[in-house]
């Protein structure tokens, strides 16, 4: 695998998007005033964002829905122009060079697509060919390597319209990557895809990062896409970034629940247990549920402050403890506590 070159390769310094609108009032006199009203509403999508990735990361980009995750990334491939702040990808402008920023850019919407529905997909990566002036000798090395890590050949003589999501999905993905961007742009990739279809789409886009050095933006709501492909997230709430940072920092800050499962010999033994009290913490930091059917005892605990060794020898003075299981926080849960009531950590 080729070394990772240690350069920025998209700057975002303080931009923010802001969207003005006529107001609009209810009812029928309501409309009517509208149309004589020269009132305006503003909006900011974005509000003062800045961060720097480098060459060949794969960065997730998430948020909840009307977070500011789209805008952002339309001002990061020229859709959009910023309303302030400085947006520089590859060292340029994207807004200003849309053209130069296109040829080192690619971007994949999972509810869209850049293939000729009626046309073969041959024939959609052909004229894609052309428009990006890929050379004959590229174009074959590229198509190896695509067929080998999408298996596109498998229905690349098919019109696009007759192609499965999965398959669509992976042909979009390959034709992203016809002319080797330097960058990509991943919109939910994996969106409505089947487990198996999912598991080869962050499997190829894995195989692409490390054979190309290809820096991969990637907004989603699946966390199995973050867990396997992201070694750092941007979370982003109302337009403002919350969190930038590697998942493991997010999981020992935010992350601070554990949970042990013990199957016990005696549940009634520990049924009235106070274990908070027991081990000189807070009904907060330490909560027990007891389960005298399946004989199991569940702790919940603040890891922090207490550790597993510590809550067994207190439940094996009572009853002994035949298994034991130990849970970490799910990012799942600490990425939907976080959109519910917001960032209370450090950022990384």
Known sequence: MKLREEKIVIEVSHITKEFVSPKKYPGLKGAIKGLFSNEKVSKKAVDDISFTIEAGEIVGYIGSNGAGKSTTIKMMTGILNPTEGRCMVNGI???KQRKENARNIGVVFGQRTQLWWDLPL?????ILKEIYDVSDEDYKERMVFLNNVLELQDFFDRPVRTLSLGQRMRADLGAALLHNPK???LDEPTIGLDLVVKDNIRKAIKEINEKYQTTVILTTHDIGDIEELCS???IIDQG???YDGSL???KDTYGTKRKVSMEV???????HLNLAERLGVTAQECSMEVDKEQKVLTVTFDKHKLQVPQIMNAVMELTEVQDVKIQETELAEIVKQIYNHGFTGQEA
């Open 248 to 250: 493991e920092a997010l």
């Open 93 to 95: 402008n994207p807004c």
């Open 240 to 242: 403002k970034k919350i």
């Open 183 to 185: 960058v990509l742009y």
């Open 232 to 234: 750092r997230i941007i």
């Open 122 to 126: 041959s024939e959609s990566f052909t």
């Open 265 to 271: 010999k005696k549940p009634e033994k520990v049924e």
